[in-house]
């Protein structure tokens, strides 16, 4: 079965200074994947998706981006952060077998922007 | 409208009821379904997934209705540690699942 490793669990930033979430996947070979945020109290919100090495698509234009420089590893980042940019984001793998797999998802990180 | 609704509740009922959520969806071209359930500042977790035919695991019932395009999730003598968000899935011929908003249930003794 998939493990899906997320760290940090929570962190704090300033407005205005960079972000790398990392994301590794235990489990399964050429999964798809996916990075979402969820505000709080609302749904989630598909941020960025992978198919491949170096195949990134992007959901919501943003100061936000996304990289996958090896199979099984997914990182967001950002150069500049916003207060809007505060909330849990999540990872996601899913077998890249066929289209129809569920998600399974990490422990997510609390993003706090003061 | 939404690609994917759900009544956001919350639904407080005892423990031992029995309760009912459904989600509707637009794409009449969706394929695969699935339940979530998401507890407060957690991540989502794979409840179940909803087959043509219906399934059931336990006290949970996941149930297809395509003609009228909405999926179901029954769950039987509640418990209190069945309190949670419950999120239904949505896939329709593509790598992007689409998630309702959620239905927030309350179980209370």
């Known amino acids: 079965s998939q493990t899906i490793h997320q760290w940090p669990a929570t962190l704090v930033q300033p407005v205005g200074s960079p972000l790398s979430l990392e994301c590794t996947v235990e489990g399964t070979s050429n999964p798809n994947l996916y990075w979402y945020r969820q505000a709080a109290g609302r749904g989630l919100q598909l941020l960025f998706y992978?198919?491949?090495?170096?195949?990134i698509s992007s959901e919501v234009p943003q100061n936000l981006s996304a990289s996958r420089p090896q199979d099984r590893q997914f990182i967001l980042s950002s150069k500049k952060l916003l207060l809007s940019d505060s909330g849990f984001y999540l990872c996601?793998?899913?077998?890249?077998?066929?289209?129809?797999?569920?998600?399974?998802f990490g422990d997510g990180t609390r993003l706090s922007i003061l | 409208r939404k690609e994917v609704e759900q009544d956001p509740g919350p639904f407080n009922v005892p423990e031992g009821a029995t309760v009912a959520f459904n989600c509707t969806y637009s794409?009449?071209?969706?394929?695969?379904f699935f339940w979530y359930r998401q507890d407060c500042r957690k991540e989502p977790k794979l409840l179940m997934s909803?087959?043509?035919s219906g399934n059931e695991d336990g006290r949970f019932t996941a149930q297809l209705n395509r003609a009228s395009q909405y999926i179901s999730l029954l769950i039987r003598d509640s418990k209190l540690s069945d309190s949670a968000t419950y999120l239904c899935?949505?896939?329709?011929?593509?790598?992007?699942?689409?998630f309702g908003r959620g239905t927030s249930l309350i179980v209370h003794p």
């Open positions: 794409n009449s071209a969706s394929q695969s």
């Open positions: 996601a793998a899913a077998s890249g077998e066929s289209w129809d797999q569920p998600q399974h």
């Open positions: 899935v949505v896939i329709a011929g593509s790598y992007i699942p689409t």
């Open positions: 992978s198919v491949g090495i170096g195949q």
């Open positions: 909803v087959y043509s």
